[in-house]
């Protein structure tokens, strides 16, 4: 079963003081065969939690507890936010949105960004 295991708003501080607020989504996908549409339905989520968040939200952590690559995750929010005007928008004001990916001892596997293309 995939489930959302945490989605939260938190009010943090940059290092010169500056407030800042992050999204952090906490993601159990426990069936690849449905990945595709629970991600969908985190973004639908998402975008909810992005538009009850202060207006200073620009960063987000999304963890993943999975067998599913990382990337595959990124490829499919990215597909999301190419059709959805308002995902697009709310991802375009991020300054950092990654993606971990680890198991539940808290061990991470791999890390991406959603909005910066993979280094080569």
């Known amino acids: 079963m995939n489930t959302i295991a945490i989605l939260k708003t938190m009010n943090l501080q940059y290092d010169d003081g500056r407030p800042v607020s992050q999204i952090v989504i906490g993601l159990n996908i426990r069936e690849p065969q449905t990945a595709e549409a629970f991600i969908q339905e ?16 620009t960063l987000m952590l999304v963890t993943v ?5 990382v990337l595959r995750f990124v490829e499919r929010w990215r597909q999301l ?23 539940v001892a808290g061990e991470t596997l791999e890390t991406a960004s959603l909005i910066h293309a993979p280094s080569t």
Do not use: H, Y
């Open 65 to 69: 507890v999975s067998e599913m690559p």
């Open 42 to 57: 985190v973004a639908e989520k998402f975008k909810l939690q992005r538009m009850c968040s202060p207006p200073d939200t």
């Open 81 to 103: 936010a190419a059709a959805d005007q308002i995902l697009n928008f709310f991802m375009s004001q991020m300054e950092k949105a990654d993606v971990l990916r680890g198991v």
